[in-house]
């Protein structure tokens, strides 16, 4: 399924000729520029998730956000021939050690100071 997605994405961005735009640099300013617009949807609030759920326009603004987010990510995975799944696999692998559930477990600490 990801990878039908990265066809669309890249099928999108082929058909518009957008390829000679989209180096790492540029997707990688797009993704930032994207999470700023994710964190806009919250600026001047911090609702309870319920709070989210139940209100239908903040949600639907987050969502197209979060989406914005992913399919620059996605991009950016397909140009430099990067396996979405294996590379979030790989990176949870990691914080596995570097959060410890016995030394991380409820808490927000950085791992370098567990």
Request: charged share 30%; net charge negative.
């Amino acid at each position: 399924m990801i990878k039908d997605i990265i066809k669309e994405i890249n099928k999108f961005a082929s058909e518009r000729e957008w390829d000679q735009f989209h180096s790492p640099k540029n997707i990688a300013t797009s993704i930032s520029i994207e999470s700023a617009e994710l964190l806009e949807c919250f600026q001047w609030i911090d609702p309870e998730i319920s709070e989210v759920l139940a209100d239908q326009k903040l949600l639907k603004s987050v969502e197209e956000e979060i989406a914005d987010v992913m399919i620059y990510s996605l991009r950016l995975c397909s140009i430099l021939g990067s396996e979405p799944i294996n590379i979030m696999k790989s990176k949870l692998e990691k914080n596995t050690g570097k959060y410890p559930v016995s030394k991380s477990k409820g808490k927000s600490t950085k791992y370098h100071e567990l």
